[in-house]
């Protein structure tokens, strides 16, 4: 009901000619307000409002059945995450063993149980079921000694849910068909044409340009994980395998820097991780996260928390709601959700931004505190840098509040904040060891910033065959293949070092198709940007005052409601932004230069 009373709205004929007569008479007084205007009358264009009667309740009927499939695509994902079962359970070392669920067979065989059977039962045997959804396939894949079983794990984990292969090929046609009623080439065209990009051909110059740029440093590291397998399992191991490589990339990181993620994350009990978000809005923007009380209903499950970010002379800014731990059921992943976007009431009031963070990190077991990896505490920032946004920015109107801005521009913030999970002088004021006590030593800092770097184009050219993909799947239709695997096989061949594996399809558990169809390229835009921000405004002193004051005044505080390129020239002058014929792209040297490339 909500989806149609918003349908209703924007295509009202009487809302839609008020606000033109607005525009024509000239009552909007400020820049904002203006802007608006503008926007709106946009997303009327955008949405139909000239469109004849009939081919409007066509648009009205796609828009409806792609938020029903994008849902039943992502539930899926959740509900068919596919399993393997490994007998003995020694296949699995220790470490990861127990997140996983024992099961247990019988003498011939032919029986599989989830309990332990009694002793009347007879002699039977023990093993493992691996639930092969994201965070347990990674856990085999990087873990797990036996290639046989990352094979087998991988097969299992990237052959599901097979029911997406139908579901996104319905997408596709459905996203084409609505694009083309509203006067566009491709969905891709008119998703991109309102962002920074502007264009798919800006989008796709630009990850060429940044595929081609890593190219030689990806083959160099690609013939470093061959060479280092031939060297543990003997020459006769030629290859590396879509299964080996994050086995092979974890193990030459570990050794080349003597770092073990569990030792890592002994250092990042949660408690003192939510610790780190206070430092930090307190070092940066004077002000600080308070514990707040929930009135009865107000939460949706008894894990949930609630924070208010509070400024002494400018009193409370906004509130965060946490939802960190993993339950069956649950959103997959890690996002950031605007509850209610911050507008100005009157002259003297301002209605308060809320927000949720929601992540699905490990609950604590073995009498220890839940301990993220450093890899958590990347995806922990990076929400966080979300969640700043909207809690920061002051918008007259609520259309402009935090993040509700291209998406290519809202991706900077949650990129930048990235950062202070991997800045020594950062981390040492809240990561400690849950046990010691003792602060994280800064040799452990630095050998995890000389292991990201060790596979950085490796792992780019990963990022770069998801926003490519994303184009093609989306762009003009028909597809340059029979179907999406063939799209996918080719592009993996052309943008990584490593093959595509016969019998799985991947991006149908890639749920960023979804949510974030034809634009998950801002990822690698807002990376760019992030890296200029970063060097320019917060690498000197990325905790002080000074460096916060730039960041909420002429990054963070404007939402939408300014021309994001005029923001980023504001930031960063006109140096690291290019100008195409269409829109604008990030240069890519300062990121590259970063990561040693």
Known sequence: RMYEYLHCLNTNPALYNALVRAEKLGVLTTEEAKRAAET???????????????????????????????REFINNIVTDP???????????????????????KSKDGNVIMLSRPNSSAGKFFSGVRVITEPANLASVLQWAEESEVRKEAYMQGYSVPKSNLLVLDKIIAARHEFAQLLGYKSFAKFIVAPTLAASPDVVKSFL?????????????????????????????????????????????????????????????????????????????FGATFHQAPLDPGESWHPDVQKLTLHHNSEG????????????????????????????????????????????????????????????????????????LHSLLSRTEYQHFSGTRTVIDFAEIPSHLF???????????????????????PKKVVESLNRARNLFAATELQRQILY?????????????????????????????????????????TRFNHFITYGAAYYSYLYAKCFAASIWQKICNADPLSLEAGEVLRKELLQYGGARDPAAILRGCLGDGAIISCSDGIRPTISDLLEELKI
């Open 467 to 507: 926003a490519m993909t994303d184009q093609i799947l989306f762009g003009e239709q028909p597809l340059p293949g029979k179907d999406t695997t063939s799209v996918v096989a080719e592009l993996k061949q052309l943008y990584t070092g490593c093959k595509h594996v016969n019998g799985t399809h991947w991006h």
């Open 82 to 104: 596919g399993h393997v079962d490994f007998f003995p359970a020694s296949k699995l070392p220790k470490r990861i063993r127990n997140l996983h669920q024992p099961i247990f």
């Open 316 to 387: 409370n800014l906004g509130h965060l709601y946490l939802d960190l731990y993993s339950r069956e059921g649950k959103f997959p992943g890690s996002a950031h959700f605007a509850i209610k976007g911050g507008r100005r009431l009157s002259h003297n009031d301002y209605q308060l931004p809320v927000v949720a963070l929601v992540c699905n990190f490990s609950n604590a077991h073995d009498g220890s505190p839940p301990l993220l990896s450093h890899v958590e505490i990347e995806t922990f920032f990076h929400e966080f840098g979300h969640a």
């Open 40 to 70: 709106l009358r946009t997303d009327f264009d955008r949405g139909g409002i000239h469109l004849p009667k009939e081919q409007l309740q066509r648009v009205h009927e796609l828009n409806l059945e792609i938020t029903l499939m994008g």
């Open 418 to 440: 990235e950062y202070y999970a991997w800045d020594y002088r950062v981390l040492s004021r809240f990561a400690k060891h849950f046990a010691t006590g003792e602060v994280i």
């Open 208 to 284: 060429v340009d940044m595929s081609t740029r890593l190219r030689g440093r990806a083959d160099e590291e690609w013939k470093m994980m061959e060479n280092f397998r031939k060297e543990i399992e003997g020459d006769d191991c030629q290859t590396v395998n879509a299964w080996d490589e994050a086995y092979y990339m974890g193990l030459l990181k570990a050794r080349s820097f003597d770092i073990s993620p569990m030792v890592v994350a002994a250092y990042f009990p949660l408690a003192q991780c939510i610790e780190g978000l206070r430092i930090i809005v307190e070092s940066l």
